[in-house]
């Protein structure tokens, strides 16, 4: 979910807003669970379908088979899967990870697991940048006057580089 928050009244310390602030949002399939594939057309996608929680992405060792965004950050060392709360820490879980990113994505494209799992976060930043032009630039708003708040569990991963 991007979400974007512009007030009509400036907001000093101290004070209370008499205005409430107006939000607009704009919200895209571009969770952790993110399945990446490769259409018919050879074309890598990502999203909108979905592993879900359950049984969520093959990281979590809970029968997930198809690659996800979270697979992705893992493979490329960005997330460590033993920090993820109810989900079983294992330590092969980057090696489950690796083979379905190649089955799926890197195979059908001529790349290695690295470049492959680079992929899959490059589309999904473009569709996260898509989202913000969408609420923003094609809506004749300067996005640098707004906040973006990077929420869910990966959400601050991809926030910092989209924020630029």
Wanted: glycine fraction near 14%; hydrophobic fraction near 40%; proline fraction near 7%.
């Amino acid at each position: 979910m991007i979400t974007s928050i512009a007030s009509s009244t400036p907001i000093t310390p101290g004070s209370t807003p008499r205005t409430p602030a107006s939000a607009q949002e704009g919200a895209i399939s571009a969770g952790g669970g993110s399945i990446a594939r490769v259409d018919s057309a050879g074309l890598l996608r990502v999203g909108p379908e979905s592993a879900g929680a359950q049984p969520g992405p093959v990281c979590y060792g809970r029968g997930g088979s198809q690659p996800t965004v979270t697979d992705a950050n893992l493979v490329l060392g960005h997330i460590d899967v033993a920090g993820f709360a109810g989900v079983a820490a294992h330590s092969d879980a980057r090696q489950h990870a690796a083979p379905a990113i190649d089955e799926s994505v890197g195979r059908p494209l001529g790349l290695d697991t690295v470049d492959a799992a680079a992929a899959i976060l490059a589309i999904s930043s473009n569709q996260l940048a898509s989202a913000i032009r969408l609420v923003s630039i094609e809506k004749g708003h300067d996005p640098r006057d707004f906040a973006l708040f990077a929420f869910g569990g990966a959400g601050p991963l991809h926030g910092v580089g989209l924020a630029r």
